[in-house]
C-alpha cells in the first residue's frame, strides 16, 4: 500500500503562485511515476503533470505547460506541483497519485481556488 499526503492547496488571485507537496509512504508496494491530476465541478479528472521517480523525466498538460513546473525530492518521498500565473479555469480539486503500470494510489485531494 502507499499512502499520500497532500498539502499546500488553498485561494489565490488570477496570476497568483501556490505550491502543492505531496509526501508518500509505501509499505509493501512500489511506484516509479507521480504525478498530479485536478477534477473541476461538472469535468472529468485530468492529468497535469507527472514525473518519474528515476531519472526525473516530466510530462505536462499543454494547458499548464510553461506555468507549472513538476519536481521530487527522493530522500523524502515527496514530490511538489509550484503553480504559477494561476488562472481561473485552474480552479479544481487537486490529487496527488502514485503508480507504476496500472497500479494507482490517490491522495485524498487538496482544493486549490483561483479568482
Known amino acids: 500500500h502507499v499512502q499520500l499526503v497532500e498539502s499546500g492547496g488553498g485561494s489565490v488571485r488570477t496570476g497568483g503562485s501556490l505550491r502543492l507537496s505531496c509526501a508518500a509512504s509505501?509499505?509493501?508496494?512500489?511506484?516509479?511515476?507521480m504525478g498530479w491530476f485536478r477534477q473541476a465541478p461538472g469535468k472529468e479528472r485530468e492529468g497535469v503533470a507527472m514525473?518519474?521517480?528515476?531519472?526525473?523525466?516530466?510530462y505536462y498538460v499543454d494547458s499548464v505547460e510553461g506555468r507549472f513546473t513538476i519536481s521530487r525530492d527522493n530522500a523524502k518521498n515527496t514530490v511538489y506541483l509550484e503553480m504559477n500565473s494561476l488562472k481561473s479555469e485552474d480552479t479544481a480539486l487537486y490529487y496527488c497519485?502514485?503508480?507504476?503500470?496500472?497500479?494507482?494510489?490517490w491522495g485524498q485531494g487538496t482544493q486549490v481556488t483561483v479568482s
Open positions: 509505501a509499505i509493501g508496494d512500489t511506484y516509479n511515476c
Open positions: 514525473i518519474y521517480m528515476i531519472g526525473g523525466s516530466t
Open positions: 497519485a502514485a503508480w507504476q503500470g496500472r497500479v494507482y494510489y
